[in-house]
């Protein structure tokens, strides 16, 4: 709208300034939300001992927390608990130099999230999934996911979107991702 149609129709000024002000408290409130629900997620407290730890270097402690975590997250029916545990045991393995040990527990519980978010119709924990498996080079795994997203994305335009942009992501690691044309 340019300067001479706001002097024709004030109100609609008027009207697209207070939705652009609703849609940013809208944003607002829910990135809140978002990270209220991680402050209280079961596992967020062992996480965050888990990376406070390893700050200290305090390996086992740092395990033990991780383990916390897991043990947390399994005792709920979602995916996204999993995902975060998986990355935390990926950053344990990082950071104590023991990265094969470490992302073969990050495997076995990505394995679990993936079974969940299927079972749950959440593409977006299948991309998530899909995306842990990308970090630990597990290209296999990440095309396998892809493959679950697809379907899991049906006849939704955002959803295939988020499909066909990891499935490129997936392409340039050198995965052979194939993706459904709408």
């Not at 965050?48 to 005792?75: D, K, W």
């Not at 935390?88 to 023991?98: F, M, N, P, Q, W």
């Not at 990308?134 to 892809?146: N, S």
Request: net charge neutral; charged share 25%; aromatic share 6%.
């Amino acid at each position: 709208m340019d300067s001479e149609d706001r002097h024709r129709c004030p109100w609609a000024a008027g009207l697209w300034g207070r939705l652009a002000v609703l849609l940013v408290l809208g944003t607002i409130s829910a990135t809140a939300r978002a990270q209220a629900a991680d402050d209280t997620a079961p596992w967020a407290p062992a996480i965050r001992r888990a990376e406070e730890a390893l700050t200290r270097r305090e390996y086992s402690g740092a395990l033990r927390a991780a383990n916390e975590a897991h043990e947390a997250a399994i005792r709920t029916t979602g995916w996204e608990g999993l995902v975060e545990v998986a990355g935390t045991y990926r950053h344990i393995g990082e950071v104590t130099g023991l990265r094969q040990s470490f992302d073969t527990k990050a495997r076995e519980i990505y394995g679990r999230a993936q079974f969940r978010a299927r079972q749950q119709g959440s593409l977006e924990g299948v991309l998530r999934v899909a995306e842990g498996y990308l970090t630990l080079g597990d290209v296999p795994a990440a095309t396998q996911c892809v493959r679950v997203a697809e379907r899991l994305a049906g006849r939704d335009p955002e959803g295939q979107a988020d499909v066909r942009a990891f499935a490129a992501r997936l392409a340039e690691a050198g995965g052979n991702a194939t993706t459904a044309r709408p």
